[in-house]
């Protein structure tokens, strides 16, 4: 089970950036994949999940409605469309997988999550 992050980078407040993830060894009709969040010098945020089964979603109150999770099973990829960034989402971005099709807040905890990718870096521009 292997996730790889990437689409990070430098954006200007109020501006959009997309996030792919891209994974291998295994089927994301069977793994829910979570994207998360770490600012420097705090704890790791859950944000977003889509679950295995029937394709729920979840977002945490910060990025409701600016950010989008979706997926491409074809493609083997998780994606998250940013919009209206602000500077206080700039973070390192993690997504990780966890077996099962649950997804809502109950289940953006990193415990829940088997196998993490490496983060990709989001800094936004005041």
């Known amino acids: 089970v292997q996730l790889q992050a990437s689409g990070g980078g430098l954006v200007q407040s109020g501006g959009s950036l997309r996030l792919s993830c891209a994974v291998s060894g295994f089927s994301l009709e069977s793994y829910g994949v979570g994207w998360f969040r770490q600012a420097s010098g705090k704890g790791r945020e859950g944000i977003s999940c889509?679950?295995?089964?029937?394709?729920?979603?979840h977002y945490a109150d910060s990025v409701k409605g600016r950010f989008t999770i979706s997926r491409d099973i074809d493609m083997n990829t998780i994606y998250l469309q940013m919009n209206n960034l602000k500077p206080e989402d700039t973070a390192v971005y993690y997504c990780?997988?966890?077996?099962?099709?649950?997804?809502?807040?109950?289940?953006?905890?990193?415990?829940?999550?088997?196998?993490w990718g490496q983060g990709t870096q989001l800094t936004v521009s005041s």
């Open positions: 889509i679950s295995s089964a029937d394709r729920i979603s």
């Open positions: 990780a997988a966890k077996l099962g099709h649950l997804c809502g807040s109950f289940t953006m905890q990193t415990i829940f999550y088997v196998s």
